[in-house]
C-alpha cells in the first residue's frame, strides 16, 4: 500500500511552483523553461518514489547498518544533511535577492527544493527511527 506524508506533499507543491514558472512566463528562453520543467520533473519524480515502502525501508536498513558503527558514525549521518540544508539556503537565497529574483537565478535556484526536501524527509525518518528505539 502506498504511504502518503507531508513530504510527497511538500515535493508535489515545489514542483507545481517550478511548472507555474516556467509556463507562466513567456519571455523565459528555452533553456532556463528546461531547466525548471526538468527539476519540477524531479520533484514529481520523488513524490511518487516517497508514496513506497522501498523509500523508508532504505533508510531503515542504513540506520541498521549504523547501530554497531561508533557515535561519530552515527552523528554524521545527521549533521551532512543539515549541512546541506543551511548551505544551500545561504548561497541561494543571497543570490536570489542579489538578482532581484531574476529568471536565471531562479533557475539556477530551482534544484535547492529538490536537495532542501530529501534532506528534511532523511532527517524527519532517523529522527523517528531514533525516538522509538
Known sequence: MRHFTLFTFLYLGAGVCLTAIAL??????????????????????????????????????????????????????MILPILLIVVMLVTTIPNLVNQNWAMEAIARASVGPLLILISAEQLFIRSQIRRES
Open 24 to 77: 507562466g512566463h513567456p519571455d523565459i528562453t528555452p533553456n532556463l523553461k528546461i531547466t525548471l520543467l526538468v527539476n519540477a520533473g524531479l520533484l514529481y519524480l520523488v513524490a511518487v518514489l516517497s508514496t513506497f515502502r522501498f523509500w523508508r525501508q532504505g533508510v531503515l536498513r542504513s540506520e541498521a547498518k549504523l547501530r554497531d558503527k561508533p557515535a561519530w558514525d552515527r552523528n554524521i549521518v
